[in-house]
Structure formats: structure tokens, C-alpha cells
């Protein structure tokens, strides 16, 4: 998904608005071809680390090799799954364009692995495109606004940010 996202997003208000700090550990989930993990790398710098997931065998792959010695992780899983993440390990798990392509159960698979790696008050960033008609992107029913998210994640929302005119950022708090 990374191809299809990267340039679309407005990444300096992603990164402005996560709030990422040096020594952090995040999770860029559906990670495509890490170009986000490579943003949150720098951000987190040398105590940070970085896990950058996707299930597409290629991608990570093509991955491992450019992050070589640096502070990412990338390896080959799904979110809607356990993982082999370490429980209460995460202070932002990150999600961009990939909620939609999860069924009823995914979501569910979804939020039990999610709150299971993510430590107490840390933070789940979904980025997905708006509920609307748009030249490209999935067929609008398969879309979720603001409100349908909300419903569908049971953690406590708290921000929503327009990253550009086709995309929202929410932000949730594992409480």
C-alpha cells in the first residue's frame, strides 16, 4: 500500500501531529515500501526503534535491505493477527490506507493485537481516505468516515487531522 499512498499524504502534518519523540518504538503497519517507517527512523533516532510490518513477502524483502543497520525492523506479518511483537511494547502504532480492506473479523483480530502490543496511553494513528467520491482509492461503501471509525475502534479517539483533501488522520489512545 505504501506505492499507492506515498506523495498522496501530507507527511509533515502527519509527522506534526504524532507527536513522536526521541526513544520511542513505533509500529508502521501495512508499511508498503517503508517510507513512513524511514520518517518515524529519524524521528525516534538511535534509542528508537522502529517495526515496520506489511504481509507482502516483496515489499519486505526490498525493505530489509535498504533499513540494513539502522534502527527499523521489517518483517513479514499481518496486524489482523498476533504478531511477534512483545505485549505492552508500543508507544504509536501507525496505519495508513489499510483499514478499509479489513473484514468484520480482521477488525476484531485487529484491535485485540493492537491492544495487546500497545502500551498504556500510547497512541493508534489511522490514515484513511475520506468517505467520499474520489478519482482513485476503494469504492466509497468500503470506506469509513470520521464517525463509522470512531465506532469501529474501541480505543479513545482523540484528534482528527485533514492531511490533505482526500485524506484524514484519526488519532486514539489505548487507555
Do not use: W
Not at 38 to 67: C, H, R
Amino acid at each position: 500500500m505504501g506505492k499507492f499512498s506515498e506523495g498522496l499524504l501530507n507527511e509533515k502534518i502527519i509527522l506534526a501531529n504524532l507527536d513522536i519523540c526521541p526513544g520511542q518504538t513505533i509500529l508502521d503497519a501495512g508499511c508498503g515500501n517503508g517510507y513512513m517507517a524511514k520518517n518515524f527512523s529519524e524521528l525516534v533516532g538511535k534509542t528508537g526503534k522502529i517495526y515496520a510490518l506489511d504481509p507482502d513477502n516483496q515489499s519486505i524483502e526490498n525493505l530489509k535491505i535498504e533499513v540494513e543497520k539502522t534502527n527499523i525492523e521489517a518483517f513479514v506479518g499481518d496486524i489482523t493477527k498476533p504478531t511477534k511483537l512483545k505485549a505492552a511494547s508500543i508507544d504509536l502504532a501507525y496505519l495508513s490506507t489499510v483499514f478499509h480492506i479489513f473484514t468484520k473479523s480482521q477488525i476484531e483480530g485487529f484491535l485485540t493485537e493492537i491492544k495487546r502490543i500497545l502500551k498504556p496511553n500510547a497512541r493508534l494513528a489511522i490514515v484513511n481516505i475520506k468517505k467520499e467520491d474520489t478519482a482513485f482509492g476503494p469504492p466509497v461503501a468500503m470506506r469509513s468516515s470520521p464517525e463509522e471509525l470512531r465506532q469501529k475502534v474501541s480505543l479513545l479517539p482523540k484528534m482528527l487531522i485533514e492531511v490533505n483533501d482526500y485524506f484524514y488522520m484519526q488519532l486514539f489512545e489505548n487507555s
